[in-house]
């Protein structure tokens, strides 16, 4: 059975997905692209030590001939959790990139396609706001944000090896938070996110005031 990157693109599609791709050989794309930013700007030693340290800018073993870098952002509802503190219920929204449950779902969808043609897949620990970015999956918007189509910043991104070859690709390399985007555009994305966190900001800010 021959797969294509449409049968794959389109099966993620169905189940709410959306994905992108980029050659293997963008990695040290990636890679150079986050040690530029740790010289211009340094991160900050927790994320340096907690996160940015464990990204793998070569593929796994159990891939070695990967070929491809896939990146899929999956819709992520609004979730509210509660509290209780003093016999009183504190209610906080939840961030959509701490909600793990569409993992499983999206790497099954992108084995329905692969499998049956041969192709491997492995989890892939990037930079995966910056693949998505970078390969036409999302686009920065406020104080670096991203942004998929149909979804807003309700997403969660997730990126994979794989062995399935890349014959077309669009990557935009080296192009910083919300550089090169028309203003209308870069307006529309800073509106998006305004609508999209005020009523969290404000109700969260409310029970921080209103607490004991």
Partial sequence: MTVSLENMLSNLESKGFRGS??????????????????????????????????????????????????????????????????????????????????????????????????????????????????SGLAEYGKNNVAYVLGMGSFHRLTAFFSDFPCETEWFLAGRAAGDDLPAATRKKLEELYMMEYKNILDRNLGVLMNRD
């Fill in 21 to 134: 791709i980029a050659s293997i050989r963008r990695l040290e794309d990636l890679r150079r692209e986050i040690e530029s930013r740790r010289r211009k700007t340094g991160f900050d030693p927790g994320l340096e030590r907690d996160y940015l340290s464990a990204f793998a800018f070569s593929p796994p073993a159990r891939l070695p001939n990967a070929r491809s870098l896939l990146a899929v952002a999956a819709p992520v509802p609004q979730v509210e959790i509660t509290f209780h503190r003093n016999g009183k219920p504190v209610r906080l929204r939840v961030p959509p990139t701490y909600l793990h449950d569409s993992d499983a779902a999206v790497e099954r969808a992108i084995h329905e396609v692969l499998s049956p043609s041969g192709y491997s897949l492995a989890k892939a620990n990037v930079p995966e706001k910056l693949l998505a970015v970078r």
